[in-house]
């Protein structure tokens, strides 16, 4: 899991298998955003290549932080087909913004500054 900041936007990637194991990392995550309060997350889905239950609830429950503080939440793709399964058999898929041209969204058009790098 990786974070970084951006001048409107704070982002958090993450990579490889999201499941239980990683709830205490990305609630940390998910804490900074919230502290953050930047205008925009974003979650980076691209590199993921599973997720289970604790995916969908965090994502969730940040859907509902944001929406609570009139702030944006965005999942950047190409989301994997297990992801994009989880979340559309989970009926929430219509309920995020989903943009698989994430770049600009990622860098900011500028170099981001580290916040934190969890693994």
Not at 4 to 27: K, S, Y
Not at 57 to 66: F, G, I
Not at 70 to 75: A, E, F, K, Q
Not at 92 to 100: A, I, K, M, R
């Amino acid at each position: 899991m990786h974070v970084t900041r951006h001048e409107e936007t704070f982002v958090i990637t993450l990579r490889g298998e999201m499941d239980w194991d990683d709830a205490e990392d990305f609630e940390a995550a998910r804490e900074a955003a919230d502290r953050a309060a930047l205008p925009v997350t974003a979650i980076d889905l691209s590199r993921v290549t599973f997720a289970d239950s604790m995916l969908l609830n965090t994502l969730l429950a940040l859907r509902r932080r944001h929406t609570s503080d009139g702030r944006d939440l965005v999942l950047l793709g190409p989301l994997n087909p297990v992801v994009r399964r989880l979340l559309d058999v989970g009926g929430v898929l219509g309920h995020f913004t989903v943009s698989d041209t994430g770049a600009a969204v990622r860098t900011g058009g500028r170099e981001p500054h580290e916040d934190e790098d969890s693994g």
